[in-house]
């Protein structure tokens, strides 16, 4: 990855951070996109303490004009973009399917499904008019089975599966578009779990019987973006202990 140039959206917490940081520690420069501008400069900060450069930018990929900046923004500063990482996620909690708001149906689908488009559009061409790169989609287990309270979310990385096989045939063979299928994993959001119930799902329901760990999703992204992968486009990579 040395001197390869990472956009990754979310990339302040979580799974995002994760990812910025490994590929930092493997020779990446990282462009760190979340909403809240303080967060990606402490990311950044992690980052550029690894020997490499970090770019923190704040928008709210929901927004196409506010995606498009930032893509311009993240050329500017490094004059290119060989691996794309999209990320960002929100699933907000609801009482019942029939209190799903119209705002709150835009707002998941927004995040989760228009801005994956949005920016695979616009920096995958971009990439196949410069010869080539990679990007990576962040799906859900969500997407291939129920999502009991959840249901937009699921609904939105099915889209999200898709788009990947769809990127794939529309920019090949020069950008390779990959998705990594993530189970549960024990972020930030994990904290508002009922860490007791999920323990006992987690034995009953997923073979390798936990949660993962943030770093856990850093081997398939280090491959889907790797030259080892130079084979692979299309694909979703589950990572979830199994759980699917």
């Not at 990472?6 to 493997?26: V, W």
């Not at 020779?27 to 450069?53: F, Q």
């Not at 559009?121 to 799906?139: F, L, P, Y």
Request: with cysteine; hydrophobic share 45%.
């Amino acid at each position: 990855m040395k001197d390869r140039v990472i956009l990754i959206t979310g990339g302040s917490r979580g799974l995002g951070r994760a990812m910025a940081l490994g590929f930092a520690a493997e020779g990446a420069h990282v462009a760190i996109v979340s909403r809240k501008l303080e967060s990606c400069e402490e990311t950044v900060k992690e980052v550029e303490a690894l020997g490499v450069k970090g770019f923190p930018y704040a928008c709210h990929v929901g927004y196409w004009q506010e995606l498009d900046e930032m893509v311009d923004a993240v050329y500017g500063e490094f004059g290119k973009v060989d691996v794309l990482i999209n990320n960002a996620g929100m699933s907000p909690l609801y009482p019942s399917l029939d209190a799903v708001s119209e705002d709150l149906f835009d707002k998941v689908i927004g995040v989760n499904l228009k801005a994956p488009f949005r920016l695979s559009a616009n920096v995958g061409q971009r990439m196949a008019e410069a010869g080539g790169g990679c990007i990576i989609n962040i799906s859900s287990t969500a997407s291939v089975g129920a999502s009991p309270g959840a249901e937009p979310y699921g609904a939105a990385k099915a889209g999200l599966n898709a788009l990947t096989r769809s990127f794939a045939a529309a920019y090949g063979p020069s950008v390779r578009v990959n998705c990594i299928m993530a189970g549960p994993f024990l972020t930030d959001i994990s904290k508002a779990w009922d860490m007791e119930v999920f323990n006992k799902h987690a034995a009953a329901s997923i073979p390798m019987q936990r949660g993962g760990e943030p770093d856990e999703i850093l081997g398939a992204a280090l491959y889907l973006a790797s030259d080892s992968a130079s084979f692979t486009t299309g694909a979703i990579l589950p990572v979830d202990g199994g759980a699917h």
